[in-house]
């Protein structure tokens, strides 16, 4: 069955993105519909798969990570406004019945992504 994850490191801190808000929206004909909102577990992921079965179809998606809200409650100082503050990542979905794995590299000043499994 297919499926959508993510996890959050925060690598500045090396340590898990524990408590960050992330939207979850899927495009489709020039529309964002917002399916749903999750938050970062303890470990820095979600507790169970964003997406999954038939709530998981091929087409886009877009991820949005509140990483501002999240560094300002690190404590982390930075100018406002902030460098990062709202992360999107769009990424298209050609098998439903795989699974994403969408992590988030973060630190205040730069992040990066990649489809892992």
Do not use: W
């Amino acid at each position: 069955m297919g499926r959508l994850t993510t996890h959050v490191l925060d690598t500045a801190q090396g340590r898990p993105g524990e408590g960050i808000r992330i939207e979850v929206y899927r495009l489709e004909g020039g529309q964002r519909t917002l399916l749903k909102t999750v938050e970062t577990n303890d470990d820095g992921r979600c507790d169970s798969p964003i997406l999954e079965g038939g709530d998981f179809t091929t087409g886009e998606y877009e991820l949005v990570f509140h990483a501002g809200d999240y560094l300002r409650e690190q404590g982390v100082e930075a100018s406002e406004p902030r460098f990062l503050d709202v992360i999107p990542l769009r990424f298209g979905v050609a098998d439903a019945s795989a699974h994403y794995h969408v992590p988030l590299l973060l630190s205040p000043y730069g992040y990066s992504t990649y489809r892992g499994s």
